[in-house]
């Protein structure tokens, strides 16, 4: 079975930091793109950025909202995803998803990890 | 990149259809059959019902189907059930090599 289970969310003051972890298992991890995905409060779903798998070069991408703040990594020893968010806003609060990418869309997803962005 | 353009919410009575609209630019949605849609139940985790604009993912009824005219995408639910209703999103993968979500529409089973 897939999995995606995601941690690290939490309260940050703003212009803090957060680490987000994302932990998989169930499929070839190391052939994967790995992205990140939230919802903030009142809004829709919004792509936050990914990492490409090694083989296709392991970069990375990102929206415009966060590029320059959030950084999005991977461990293929663990099966872990990463995404470091620092200079945090209050409009960076949501739910935030990791999940598996390519042109078909993303899938499957976790169930999510909270991040709140308040004094 | 502008979020795509979904209905803030629709509603049906059980055995009807319904359907969802999901409007962008030439950038995103009229640009590649890249389209997917994702059912959502609050605190549970996405998941993914349509990709490449029609595609059914194994295991997802065939009342839902995709389809796409010029910039606008469609979802379509026939024969409603209650276990449809929830939040339903629309994706396209963009020109700038990014995605672009809309901000979701909410589907009430009467």
């Known amino acids: 079975e897939v999995q995606m289970v995601e941690s690290g969310g939490g309260l940050v003051k703003p212009g803090g930091s957060l680490r987000l972890s994302c932990a998989t298992s169930g499929f070839t991890f190391s052939s994967a793109w790995m992205s990140w995905v939230r919802q903030t409060p009142g809004k829709g779903l919004e792509w936050v950025g990914r990492v490409l798998s090694k083989s296709d070069g392991g970069t990375t991408d990102y929206a415009t909202p966060v590029k320059g703040r959030f950084t999005v990594s991977r461990d293929d020893s663990k099966n872990m995803t990463y995404l470091q968010m620092s200079s945090l806003k209050p409009e960076d609060s949501g739910v935030y998803f990791c999940?598996?990418?390519?042109?078909?869309?993303?899938?499957?997803w976790g169930q999510g990890t909270l991040v709140t962005v308040s004094s | 990149q502008s979020a795509l353009t979904q209905p803030a919410s629709v509603s049906g009575s059980p055995g009807q259809s319904i359907t969802i609209s999901c409007t962008g630019t030439s950038s995103d949605v009229g640009a590649y059959n890249y389209v997917s849609w994702y059912q959502h139940h609050p605190g549970k985790a996405p998941k993914l019902i349509i990709h490449d604009v029609t595609k059914r993912p194994s295991g997802v009824p065939d009342r839902f189907s995709g389809s796409k005219s010029g910039n606008t995408a469609s979802l379509t639910i026939s024969g409603l059930q209650p276990e449809d209703e929830g939040d339903y999103h629309c994706?396209?993968?963009?020109?700038?090599?990014?995605?672009?979500f809309g901000g979701g529409t909410k589907l009430t089973v009467l």
């Open positions: 994706s396209s993968y963009t020109t700038t090599y990014t995605w672009v």
């Open positions: 999940t598996t990418e390519s042109t078909r869309g993303h899938y499957p």
